[in-house]
């Protein structure tokens, strides 16, 4: 996107909680590939989604640093709970101490491995899920997640054209190959509605029919 616009359109959101701006500094510091952190504007529409859906339950796939579960966690229903999935130890205590910060500890539960290990163990029936992990695993995810979302609820996936890799099918890259199969097989599926909102990476908002 353009600067100058992005910036009007950051100035007319509202502003970034401090505690996510410390992080997001942190996360540029201490961190290889900070860029894989949601940020401002792609934290600010997933709280307000979140604060649209007033979930009970929410699953993330990814919290890397943490950004995306605080602005998630933001939107739960009273007495709600957010799990979050990262198969990489070492993000834990970083990411614990910003809850922690954000007064979010008892509502987000950190879950440490794989997530296709995970996700067939756990009980919970979801009203809203975020994928954010591997982009080669996308559609492992989906199917792994897809009959513990309740019907109505919904599926949030990002980075769905990959820098807009999706343009080019031929591509050799993995991670690219891996985004154009899964944005594919969603067109297949039949209980299921979504749009890509074109924001950042792109964001596909997926609603689960029946
Ligand atoms: C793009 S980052 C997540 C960013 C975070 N959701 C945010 O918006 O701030 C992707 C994360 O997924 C993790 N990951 C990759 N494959 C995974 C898997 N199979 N299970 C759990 N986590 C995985 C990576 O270690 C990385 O930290």
Redesign the pocket.
Same mark, same amino acid.
């Given at each position: 996107m353009e600067k100058k616009l992005e910036k009007y359109i950051l100035d007319h959101s509202t502003a970034e909680d401090p505690v996510l701006e410390e992080l997001y500094r942190q996360?540029h510091i201490r961190f290889v590939?900070p860029n894989?952190?949601?940020?401002h504007l792609?934290?600010r529409i997933?709280e307000l989604i979140s604060k649209m859906i007033r979930p009970q339950n929410i699953l #993330? *796939?990814?919290?890397?640093?943490?950004?995306?579960?605080i602005?998630m966690a933001k939107g739960l229903a009273s007495g709600g709970k957010l799990f979050?999935? #990262? *198969?990489?130890d070492e993000?834990k205590l970083f990411a614990a101490s910003f809850f922690e910060k954000a007064g979010l500890t008892s509502v987000i539960e950190q879950l440490t491995?794989?997530?296709?290990d995970?996700i067939p163990r756990l009980k919970t029936e979801f009203d809203m899920v975020?994928i954010?992990?591997?982009k080669r695993?996308y559609i492992d995810?989906y199917k792994a997640v897809i009959d513990k979302v309740r019907p109505g609820g919904y599926i949030i996936a990002?980075?769905v054209l990959w820098g807009g890799m999706v343009l080019v099918p031929a591509t050799r890259d993995p991670q690219a190959k891996g985004i154009i199969s899964f944005n594919e097989m969603l067109r297949n599926q039949k209980n299921i509605e979504m749009v890509i909102l074109p924001i950042r990476d792109g964001l596909m908002i997926i609603r689960k029919v029946l």
């Open positions: 996360t590939n894989m952190v949601s940020g792609q934290g997933l #993330e *796939i990814g919290t890397f640093t943490g950004y995306s579960a602005c979050t999935i #990262e *198969i990489n993000l491995g794989n997530a296709l995970i975020f954010d992990g591997d695993e995810y990002d980075n």
